[in-house]
């Protein structure tokens, strides 16, 4: 579940800072369903919070090599998501937890793409 989870919620984020510029730092970012439906109903960030609404807090740990040590994150899942609450980003991961989980997901996905 946890690798499924991480492919989601770094499509989540890439998608709420993209489309949602206009905030000035990570804990201020939010998002309720008509922004994420602006456009049209069922869009990926929309599906995101549908699927995983309620589910259950969800725990990584990664191995950083240059480090030599594991990194633990958490990521908590909003209980309601409707019309009238609004999900912080913040609330789903902190700003140090989801930009190290970003890197380390993005620096994966080179590891499997780049010959060295």
């Not at 990926?44 to 807090?57: A, E, M, P, V, W």
């Not at 700003?95 to 793409?113: H, N, Y």
């Amino acid at each position: 579940m946890e690798a499924e989870i991480a492919s989601e919620l770094f499509k989540f984020i890439r998608n709420v800072v993209t489309h949602f510029p206009f905030f000035d730092s990570w804990d201020a970012v939010w998002v309720d369903q008509s922004m994420a439906n602006w456009h049209k109903d069922g869009q990926s960030i929309d599906k995101f919070l549908r699927k995983y609404k309620g589910t259950q807090t969800v725990k990584y740990r990664f191995w950083e090599q240059s480090k030599k040590r594991m990194t633990y994150l958490t990521i908590d899942f909003p209980e309601r998501y409707d019309e009238n609450t609004k999900v912080f980003l913040k609330d789903l991961l902190t700003e140090k937890e989801g930009v190290k989980f970003s890197f380390l997901l993005m620096r994966r996905i080179l590891d499997t793409q780049v010959e060295k």
